[in-house]
Each structure stands twice: as C-alpha cells, then as structure tokens.
C-alpha cells in the first residue's frame, strides 16, 4: 500500500493554504499612513497634543511667593514675610492643547503651535513653585506677548528654519522656538508647566568634524519703559527708558567616543535700565557663565558631570557688586540586566551662596542658573534650584513590561550659604535664610549647613499604545527645622504632591 498520493494531497493542501494566507501577510506588514502630507514640492506636517493632569498639595510652602531676582535687591516676599498661611489643602486641574504644522519646501521649513492652556479649580494650587502662576519664565509676560499670568490661548512656536540638505548639518532658525543646552541646566524648558518656556530668538548651528557649533542670541525681554530706582536708593521708582534684556550664547560639542564627550557652553546676558521685571525678575547688569560638561552613554551606563564659574556685575543698593559665583553638578546612572531592567542612578550638585549678603558693595557669590529647566534636574517637587544649594540622592527605575515605567528617589537638600534666600527650580522666592538658625536642623546637621530637608518620590508611566500615555505619582518632602524657622511652614513637618496626567499626541 502506497502513501505517496497521500503526501502529495497534503503537500498541495499545504501550499494552497500558504498561497491563500500570502494576501492577509502581506495586508498585515503593509507600511503605515505617512505622517506628512506631499502636495507638489511642499510637505505638511500636522501636529496635535492633548495633556490634563490633576495635582493635590497638602500643606503647601509655595503659596503667597513672590518671584526674585536671583542677583541683587529686590524685595524677598513669601510666606516668611507675610501673615498669609499656607492652605492645608489645595487642589487643582490643568489642560494644555497644541495644534501644530510644519511646512517644507526644499531647504526651507517653516512651523508654528498654537497652545491654549487652563487652571480649574483652587487658584491657591496654582504656585509658581510648582510649575504655576507665571508667564513663561525668561520671557516679558507685558507688551501683549503673553496673556495675563501665561494662560489663555498664545502661540507657543513659530519660526522659520533654513538648513543644509547634506550629511553635514547646518540650519539658520528664526522666531520663537524652544532651546534646550545639555542637560538644560543653564538653557532649558519647562514642559511640565502649562506654559512652557520658549525664546525669541536667532539660532546658527553647523557641523565642523566631530563638532557641533552653535550660536544663539534671544530676546528676554522688550524694549520700553518700565518702572527703576534712581541714584538716590530712598527716592520712589520713575518711568526710564529700557533697551530689555537680552541672551547670547556659543555651544560647542565634541563628539569623541559614545563614553567621551564633551560641551563648552558660553552665555552673556545683558539686561539695561530694569528693576524687577520680568520672569524670573531682572536688574540691571552683566551675567556672563561659562560651563563645561563631559558626558557618554555606553552599555547601559551614562553619566554626566559639570561644572560652571560665573562672573559680571549687577546693579544693586545703588552700587554695581561684582560677581563670582560658580556650581558644579553629577549624574549617572547604569542599567542592568537584572529582571525588569533594574537601573540604578546618583546625582549630586552645589551651587554657591552669599557669603557677604550683609555688605551691598560685597562681592556677589550667589549662583544664578539663568534659564535653566524647572524639573528633571530637581526632582519633581521643584522646591529647590540651581543657587544656593547642595542636593543629593539617588534613585530605581524598573520596566516590568515594555508599557510600564515605574520610579522611585530620594533626595536631599540644604543651603549651601546661611547668608542668601532660598528659591524654587522657578527662581521663587521661598524663604530666606539666618544666620542664627546655622545649627537647626530636622536631621542630623551635615556638617553644619542648614538642611531644608528630605524628599521621596514615587512615580509609574504606563503607555498601552504610542500616541497615549498616564502618568502619576506622589511626593513628599520632609521640612527640616531651618526650613520650617525660615520657609514659614509653620508647625507642618512635610509638604505632600499626588498627580494623574493622561497625555495624547499625533503623530
């Protein structure tokens, strides 16, 4: 008995199934829509952001701050020079909508965004420490370039962009447009905000070898008449005639190895004939930063360490101080493979405070990060910044599946200097510091310096499909002593911050 007609129906079946099967395959692996629309020799390229997020703070210290000038004399308000107290409860919903497009043709692009962005809720959640409250910091909320407290309907970019079509990358970009240097330290955003930072500004970036260049002159803030002191420090604020506030800057990368590289970042800020004005607040004077980073990304471990000397003058008790003031900050983290994908990651960073606050014709040695972005580098709370300040800590991130990011820190914060305020990552004032309270702390003294506190944080990112992600998470900050006697906290022992975000973006 012979099985070969056998074998052969089945080897025929087998083929007619895989040759009715090969439509469906082929239907499944199609390529997806294009994101760009072709019309001729012009491309668009829509865009479109949705974010809400829903924010509880318990015994909040950010309420009733007022913005300062990190340099010179502006009046420190906050909780700790006001009968205000700080609300036990505040809660508060926030949406941020974009619709973009980008349209090229050849070398050029041109885009733009317009953003509406709301506060719901109680208008005592809405502190600047906490991403609230303010115009885009960096930028003149006056002239009509923003609507009233950085809310409402604006557009938040639009340029135009003139690049090279070579595997050397060169671009001329024009107009407002976001900026982001490094590890945004000195030159950053602030996208958890509502209202995010953007510049005015010229851009020029080339490829020279291994090197990036780039160069960047921003206005921050308008020509105009605003309100200044004159010579006499006791006569009251009359009209003069400004010329603003401008940023000029040089980045120059180096690309040598993924573990080796290295950035050198030179900023001037210039700023005539202000008091006070602005977001953060400015004075008059000359800012001028220099920053080194080295940085690489090799086999799961990255890291970064940089340093900063700032030098200048600024207008102050109706003298000119001298400035020299420097900062220094590391990050590493390493991911390993251990289930999960377990990464583990440190960061250490200082900042220099006044020495000699006393003294108005005293050097000034009180660090000012600039424009530096609000979060990531502060942790998510933003109850400290880039001045005046030594932080600490370290943190765990696990993906238990390729959806799920889940989080977790600690940090540690104090005053680098008992003379000097203490400000947010949004350069608010928060409190400021005495020296009679050197010796308090919650927690055992580190070496003397005035600890403000301890801070844990918890987060998850869930994303079930690319274009949609959720997001939340909770915080809490432990006061110390000198944070409780100058911040204005009160008897309150920790400040606490939940958050749930769903964002959804197209493409």
Do not use: C
Request: aromatic share 10%; charged share 15%.
């Amino acid at each position: 008995m012979s099985h070969r007609p056998t074998l052969s129906r089945l080897a025929s079946g087998i083929i007619a199934l895989a040759s009715l099967g090969a439509p469906a395959a082929a239907f499944a692996q199609a390529p997806p829509l294009s994101e760009a629309l072709v019309v001729g020799a012009w491309t668009f390229r829509p865009s479109a952001e949705v974010r809400v997020r829903g924010e509880y703070r318990r015994d909040d210290i950010g309420v009733s701050a007022a913005p300062i000038a990190v340099q010179g004399d502006v009046s420190m308000l906050g909780l700790a020079g006001t009968s205000l107290p700080a609300p036990e409860n505040a809660w508060a919903l926030s949406e941020r909508v974009r619709v973009g497009l980008k349209v090229d043709r050849g070398p050029v692009t041109g885009a733009v965004v317009i953003q509406d962005s709301r506060i719901f809720g109680d208008s005592t959640a809405a502190v600047p420490g906490n991403s609230f409250g303010a115009a885009p910091p960096g930028i003149q909320g006056a002239a009509g370039l923003f609507p009233a407290a950085g809310f409402g309907t604006s557009i938040h970019e639009v340029y135009v962009d003139v690049h090279s079509r070579s595997e050397r990358r060169m671009f001329l970009r024009v107009g407002r447009q976001r900026v982001v240097w490094g590890d945004g330290r000195l030159v950053g955003e602030i996208d958890w905000s509502p209202t995010p930072r953007t510049y005015h500004a010229a851009r020029f970036g080339f490829q020279v070898g291994d090197f990036d260049i780039e160069t960047m002159a921003a206005l921050l803030v308008p020509p105009g008449t605003y309100m200044a002191p004159s010579d006499d420090p006791a006569a009251p604020l009359t009209p003069t005639r400004s010329s603003g506030a401008q940023l000029y800057g040089v980045d120059i990368t180096w690309h040598f190895v993924p573990l080796l590289n290295a950035e050198l970042t030179g900023l001037a800020r210039v700023a005539r004939g202000l008091y006070n004005v602005g977001a953060p607040a400015l004075l008059s004077g000359d800012t001028y930063v220099i920053d080194a980073r080295l940085f690489g990304d090799q086999r799961g471990f990255r890291y970064a360490l940089e340093g900063a000397v700032e030098l200048g003058r600024v207008a102050s008790f109706g003298v000119n101080r001298d400035i020299m003031a420097f900062a220094g900050a590391l990050r590493t983290s390493l991911e390993t493979a251990l289930p999960w994908h377990l990464t583990f990651d440190f960061h250490a960073s200082f900042a220099s405070g006044d020495n000699d606050g006393s003294t108005p014709q005293s050097t000034l040695t009180r660090f000012d990060p600039i424009l530096g972005s609000e979060l990531g580098n502060h942790g998510p709370m933003g109850l400290y910044g880039w001045s005046n300040m030594l932080e600490t800590g370290g943190g765990l991130t696990a993906k238990p599946t390729e959806e799920l990011k889940l989080k977790a820190g600690y940090r540690f914060a104090a005053l680098a200097s008992d003379e000097g305020p203490w400000i947010s990552a949004a350069l608010v004032h928060l409190g400021a510091s005495d020296p009679a309270t050197r010796d308090q702390g919650g927690f055992p003294s580190a070496g003397g310096l005035p600890v403000l506190g301890h801070e844990l944080d918890f987060g998850a990112t869930f994303t079930p499909w690319a274009p949609v992600e959720f997001r939340t998470g909770y915080s809490v900050f432990f006061f110390g002593e000198h944070m409780r006697a100058r911040g204005g906290t009160g008897p309150m022992d920790a400040q606490h911050w939940v958050y749930l975000q769903t964002l959804v973006r197209a493409p």
